[in-house]
Nanobody, 115 residues
Framework: QVQLVESGGGLVQAGGSLRLSCAVP????????MGWYRQAPGKQRDLVAT???????NYANSVKGRFTISRDNAKNTVSLQMNSLKPDDTAVYYC?????????WGQGTQVTVSS
């Protein structure tokens, strides 16, 4: 059925890069704000980056300067470019609406950063 689908995760060494993609089951241009979240084992799910319909972005301090969120209205996708990855970035990454009621959570995509 229609749902959020995250992809692009994998295993990388510290200092490496990954680009995550989220297929949104709707018109991403009509959503006020989309976000990327992450959840490590035994931890809460944290919001790490947001992007508004107007293109404004915001980042958690832990990823600022290393991660870049973007959207492609034509493809209805939201991406997260992750550079200079650290072991502490290891988590399952999810996308969802960042403001207002969330959609059903997708499966997420696993990012593992080794030392």
């Amino acid at each position: 059925q229609v749902q959020l689908v995250e992809s692009g995760g994998g295993l990388v060494q510290a200092g490496g890069s990954l680009r995550l993609s989220c297929a949104v089951p709707g018109r991403v241009s009509s959503i006020n704000a989309m976000g990327w979240y992450r959840q490590a084992p035994g931890k809460q799910r944290d919001l790490v980056a947001t992007i508004t319909s107007g293109g404004s972005t915001n980042y958690a301090n832990s990823v600022k300067g290393r991660f870049t969120i973007s959207r492609d209205n034509a493809k209805n996708t939201v991406s997260l470019q992750m550079n200079s990855l650290k072991p502490d970035d290891t988590a399952v990454y999810y996308c969802n609406i960042a403001r207002g009621p969330p959609l059903r959570w997708g499966q997420g995509t696993q990012v593992t950063v080794s030392s």
